[in-house]
């Protein structure tokens, strides 16, 4: 088990407040990580005068699961934390108690007010109800962290539809699947859910501008989540031929297919033109339609995030305002012969982390150390001067944002998920899976293969043996419950 280690306070509290941003399956594949052909300006502005955290790494590739985790900082200790369902089964519907529910209701307790917009936990409206069911009368996933939430489901109804619809109102789950896992539409950015989230948080920012206490404001965009769907303008900025296929399209070697996925969620998508298989790729032109569309869906998110940046500075609040951009895991774009997320491999794994502190250096600083997303939690703390007055499994980050290096910093993050835990330290990936179907062990070398095509532990027992030790520190006992 990691050693869970407390937040360091500051003796002069900064009463800074806080913008979280939480963006849905988005890959480190934008212009402030070296991309170049994707087109997100506005995320890119935000990191030209904050910390970018080029390895991040969430702790559980599905979202519910990984937003548990990042809200209550802790790993997951058993295998209901791995599921879509971990705030239905750990929060809601729970009496308070004296520990906070999560890193919202922390801080609600030390006096900020707090706000929460769009898809923070799981659900879009942070209610617990089925797909297909009414919200009326259901219980909140976190019931003692906001002091308002808000969420406009628009022309679909209810947070679900809005979550899979599409630009005429209609969605994934009332069509009965029989949807196209993208769309194209010459429609404005308000037909989308994510324009009406935008808009929300620029209301609520004129508010909480005549507001005399701090505040927390968690803002949850949808896209690029599937189904890809953006309007129009959005899908002009590229030109199809240029976007390039997969690095690495083809099955990882010495890799038991057990350690990827099936394609469950991008198959619901009954109307697509091909469906995912790992006996076959998708046809090179189906391919590229689809990595274009996820594209579109990544600018029309950071023109949404842009309009919520703007405001924050157009009502003065960003010069005491931390600001931090998440993205609660990554996504294989036909990596690995994958759509979708549910695997330990980097690109599961992966997401974008950038926190601007207003006191911090004007010049974007990328810093190269391993963190998690546990590691959020205690990080803001530390920056407000909250109490560190409760047992997390992240360290805060505070010494890498400030000094650029932090000697206790373990440099290690660690992931659950498909029956295995996952390690890695920056140079190497050690995978170990509970399971019937060998390997049980992977070992992927990023120093001469970072996009993790070779699993090369047979051939290197000895650096397995070495690593085997940090990785006992991950180890929960999660797969014993």
């Not at 109804?157 to 196209?180: C, E, I, L, M, P």
């Not at 926190?355 to 205690?378: G, H, L």
């Not at 001067?385 to 409760?390: A, Q």
């Not at 992240?394 to 010494?399: I, K």
Request: charged share 25%; net charge negative; glycine share 8%.
């Amino acid at each position: 088990m990691i050693q869970m280690v407390s937040c360091r306070n500051t003796e002069e509290p900064a009463r800074y407040n806080v913008l979280f941003i939480a963006v849905d399956d988005l890959r480190p594949e934008i212009g402030a990580y070296g991309n170049s052909l994707v087109k997100t300006p506005h995320i890119d502005r935000l990191a030209s005068t904050a910390i970018l955290f080029d390895k991040h790494y969430v702790t559980v590739p599905t979202c519910g699961a990984s937003r548990y985790n990042l809200l209550t900082g802790k790993l997951p200790a058993t295998r209901k934390h791995l599921q879509n369902s971990a705030f239905e089964s750990f929060s809601a519907g729970e009496a308070e108690k004296e520990a906070p529910e999560s890193m919202v209701h922390h801080f609600r307790r030390n006096g900020y007010y707090t706000v929460g917009i769009g898809k923070i936990s799981h659900s879009p409206d942070g209610l617990v109800y089925g797909y297909d069911e009414s919200p009326e009368g259901a219980k909140p996933e976190l019931p003692y962290s906001w002091d308002e939430f808000h969420f406009n489901a628009g022309k679909w109804g209810t947070g679900w539809n809005a979550f899979f619809g599409y630009s005429d109102g209609s969605n994934r789950q009332g069509a009965k699947n029989q949807v196209k896992p993208y769309e194209i539409a010459d429609v404005e950015d308000t037909d989308y859910p994510d324009g009406l989230i935008a808009e929300q948080a620029v209301e609520k920012l004129k508010e909480l501008s005549r507001n005399s206490r701090p505040f927390f404001l968690g803002v949850g965009f949808f896209k690029p989540h599937l189904p890809f769907t953006a309007p129009k303008k959005y899908w002009d900025l590229y030109a199809r031929e240029d976007i390039p296929l997969s690095p690495v399209p083809g099955l990882p070697e010495n890799v038991n297919m057990a350690s990827l996925q099936k394609m469950g969620e991008f198959n619901r998508y009954e109307r697509g033109e091909e469906q995912a298989a790992l006996e076959k790729p998708l046809s090179d032109d189906y391919a590229r339609l689809l990595r274009h569309a996820y594209f579109a869906s990544v600018s029309y998110v950071d023109a949404q995030i842009g309009k919520v940046l703007d405001e924050l500075e157009k009502q003065g609040l960003a010069q005491n305002t931390i600001v931090v951009l998440w993205g609660d895991h990554g996504w294989h774009l036909g990596d690995h012969r994958v759509w979708g997320k549910h695997t330990l491999f980097d690109i599961s794994l992966r997401s974008p982390l950038i926190i601007s502190v207003p006191d911090q250096t004007t010049k974007m600083i990328r810093n190269e150390q391993v963190v998690s997303s546990v590691d959020i939690y205690p990080t803001l703390l530390e920056l407000c001067g909250l109490p560190p007055d409760v047992q997390l499994d992240g360290h805060s980050l505070v010494s890498l944002i400030r000094d650029r290096k932090d000697s206790a910093h373990l440099n290690l993050a660690y992931s659950y998920f498909n029956n295995g835990i996952s390690m890695t330290n920056g140079r190497y990936r050690l995978n170990r899976y509970f399971r019937n179907e060998e390997p049980l062990i992977e070992l992927f070398d990023h120093a001469n293969d970072p996009l993790e095509v070779r699993n090369v532990a047979a051939e290197y027992p000895d650096v397995v043996e070495s690593l085997m030790k940090d990785w006992e520190k991950g180890n929960t006992g999660l797969y014993d419950r």
